[in-house]
């Protein structure tokens, strides 16, 4: 039997951060995962890049049925602290923009750094290592491996959520809450590509790769980015941050002219120049690929002119309010996150311990908070992870 006081579940950010700090705290920490390697998700992450934070993070950028919860985390560790160790690693980065910081090299550096602190540390690193069983016992937690038996004092489920299987996500976390006791919240894909089958499919296949500034709304949300027609569909930066708050079966509303107001515009070039075609005035807005297309497609082109005021209306309408309801989404295939999950009214705040079976923990994505598009989920994990580390 290997006896320590903490085993953490994943090493994924979550895992490492929490393990790098308690061992830090000087805890024996025993890190496991089912996985050959150690934060796969963190490499791939931001194209490679890493979006490993968020200089705007409030808990007004994360979603969940309990939207208090993330407060006294993200209070206690914040981007800045983040930012601080990366700073003393030497790892340099940057801002993309709207706070985003990314690598400027590659996300192993920031991998590099979770594990050469969990080393420093002492932390115990074991991949290939399949939970078999777990059991609560007098002193704890017992876990049956194919790495044979451990105990421990406090047992942290840092598993994440389902997003990218091909990764390794399972519902492992999932299991473990409801063999304890917890509800775990309807899970769905988010920060997800939205995919569309009807007549609109010709329309996004025609224009794929072609990327447009927009504002997407969806039940009272709206997010000013960019819009990505591809062969299936929606993505870009706008479309998953709105695919959080979308349904099946909702209406999803595009507006193409982000900086006019769509009717006005169109009547001041009609006012300005009256002999100039929609599909030209289109070309300077937009790729003259999609101006042509749109005005193929949803108009009838002609000199402006020519539109008495309620066609103008009617264009106006389509470019400023474009209302679709997609067919569905690309799912955890492609999902940068999973929305729900554990309950967070069933975990203390302060220290992430259920409410439900002392001793035991959970971190990260496997939670019912998802973050924004941006380094918000990156934060989340950092933060949750620093807090448990403190009372574990």
Known sequence: MHSTDVIIIGAGAAGLMCALTAANRGRRVVLLDHANKPGKKILMSGGGRCNFTNMYTEPGNFLSQNPHFCKSALARYTQWDFIEMVARHGVPYHEKKLG????????SDILQMLLDECA???????????????????????????????????????TG????????????????????????LATRAGLVPFTITDQLKALCTELSGTSVDCIASCNGTSFRENLLFTHRGLSGPAILQISSFWEAGDTVEINLLPDHDALVWLQQQQAERPNSELKTLLGEIFTKKMANL?????????????YTPAELGQVADKLGNWQLVPAGTEGYRTAEVTLGGVD?????????????????????????????LGGFNFQWAWASAYAAAQFV
Request: with cysteine; aromatic share 10%; charged share 20%.
């Open 344 to 372: 967070t009214r069933e975990v203390s705040s302060k220290t992430m311990e259920s409410l439900k079976s002392p001793g035991l923990y959970f971190i990260g994505e496997v939670l019912d908070v998802s973050g924004h």
């Open 100 to 107: 985003q910081l990314f690598c400027d090299n590659k996300s």
């Open 120 to 158: 420093t540390a002492s932390a115990d690193l074991r991949m290939d290592t399949r939970i078999e069983q777990i059991e609560k016992t007098d002193y704890g937690y017992q876990l049956a491996t194919s790495a044979g038996p451990f105990q421990c004092q406090s047992l942290v489920i840092a």
């Open 294 to 306: 749109l005005a193929e497609t949803w108009f009838v082109s002609k000199p402006m002119k020519q």
């Open 161 to 184: 959520g389902l997003s990218i299987p091909t990764l390794g996500a399972t519902g492992f976390g999932y299991q473990v809450a409801r063999q304890f006791g917890h509800s775990v």
